[in-house]
């Protein structure tokens, strides 16, 4: 399971990251942390993510090589659209040979995954709660939910599929 910054941080504001990573075997890319921590300086104490708490509960951290970059964006060059985090862990995904499946609410991704083919292995964050048993106690934001996933799955899907090649 890729986890990307914004919902590695919607888990935290939601205080439902202890469920997320007890139900699921959560992996990220070196950026996504990083991306964790910057801004930290602006949030308020309860919603600051300790890095080292965050690091040891992940099941991996990757780095992403300068030539895994290339090659994901020769794949497609919207990838070049995406912010760092999520780049990167794009560019990680589509090395992979395994059943992976990628949370991040970001249109640009979700595009991405959707001109890829790819549009079956992304997953929202509510989903994955569901999985496990956890409801929030706040609710989640909208980008984050079920419904606003499938609706913008289905309509990138539409446009997408009378661009492609």
């Known amino acids: 399971m890729l986890v990307d910054t914004n919902a590695i941080l919607e ?22 942390i990083v991306e964790t921590q910057t801004g930290a300086q602006n949030r308020r104490p309860e919603q600051c993510i300790d890095e080292a708490s965050l690091r ?17 964006l020769l794949r497609d060059p919207f990838l070049s659209r995406l912010d760092d985090g999520e780049r990167d862990l794009w560019s990680h995904a589509l090395t992979r ?16 995954g959707v001109r890829l083919g790819l549009g079956d292995r992304l997953v929202a964050l509510e989903d994955l709660l569901e999985a496990v048993g956890h409801r929030p106690r706040s609710p989640l934001r909208r ?15 539409l446009e997408e599929g009378g661009r492609r090649r």
């Open 11 to 32: 888990a935290h504001r939601t205080d439902s990251w202890r469920a997320l990573r007890g139900g699921h075997r959560l992996e990220t890319v070196e950026t996504c």
């Open 56 to 72: 040891g509960g992940l099941k991996a951290i990757h780095a992403v090589t300068d030539a895994e970059r290339a090659e994901a």
């Open 97 to 112: 040979s395994d059943a992976w499946v990628l949370c991040g609410p970001d249109t640009t991704s979700l595009r991405l």
């Open 143 to 157: 980008n984050y939910t079920t419904a606003w996933h499938r609706q913008q799955l289905a309509a990138m899907a």
